[in-house]
């Protein structure tokens, strides 16, 4: 199995990238700064960034499976996955890869809230999304619209806030909405999920939500 990882380098990416060696797979890692990334040696190293659609052809070259921890890095309007991901997806299909499996949040659909209490759908919808969050949560926006858009096997996997302590092991996930009282989920769990959607099919073509 040959894994093509953009986002490798970050928190969630490099919890990917273990796994996908520890489980035996070929990876190939688009990588900014290749002698800063601890599993640079064990990879097929791309050096470049997603924006670059050469450098995006050459990860996605050969794979069985897409993986995408890309994100905001802050809260300022950066346009990550307006640009890269149809760099993506564009590359994808040129080279006949059919499956992704892609890093999202849960403020990417409107309705992500429906099962919540009042209060807290009210909260995190007016305070958190449309205001704190406000350009991340565009960003996921995009990446929702073009990957139910690509044609492709994808899955969308959309925490609540990820926090780097160790998975639980459990968790809930839901294709209509958060789990009610949903407010955290370890980056290792949502890692595992991940990896778990590499030789599953329920999730082909939706997004998931997945909370603690």
Do not use: C, H
Not at 34 to 52: M, Q
Not at 79 to 102: F, N, Q, S, W
């Amino acid at each position: 199995m040959k894994i093509a990882i953009f986002g490798a380098s970050g928190a969630t990416g490099t919890l990917l990238t273990e796994r996908s060696l520890a489980a035996g797979y070929e990876v190939a890692a688009l990588l900014r700064k290749p002698a800063e990334f601890v599993y640079a040696e064990r990879v097929r190293v791309v050096e470049g960034n997603a924006f670059d659609a050469e450098a995006v052809r050459r990860t996605v070259e050969g794979a069985d499976v897409v993986l995408s921890a890309l994100g905001a890095r802050s809260l300022r309007k950066e346009d990550v996955l307006e640009r890269a991901v149809p760099l993506i997806v564009d590359a994808m299909r040129k080279a006949g890869v059919r499956r992704i499996i892609a890093l999202g949040s849960a403020g990417a659909l409107s309705d992500s809230m429906k099962k919540q209490p009042v209060w807290r759908r009210w909260f995190v919808q007016k305070m958190v999304y449309n205001t704190f969050l406000k350009w991340p949560v565009a960003s996921q926006v995009a990446q929702w619209k073009t990957l139910s858009g690509s044609g492709l096997d994808w899955t969308m996997v959309m925490p609540p806030m990820l926090l780097n302590k160790p998975g639980r092991g459990t968790y809930r996930v839901d294709g209509e909405a958060l789990p009610r009282n949903g407010a955290r989920i370890s980056r290792e769990d949502v890692a595992d999920f991940m990896m778990a959607q590499i030789g599953s099919v329920e999730w082909v073509g939706k997004g998931v939500y997945i909370a603690w």
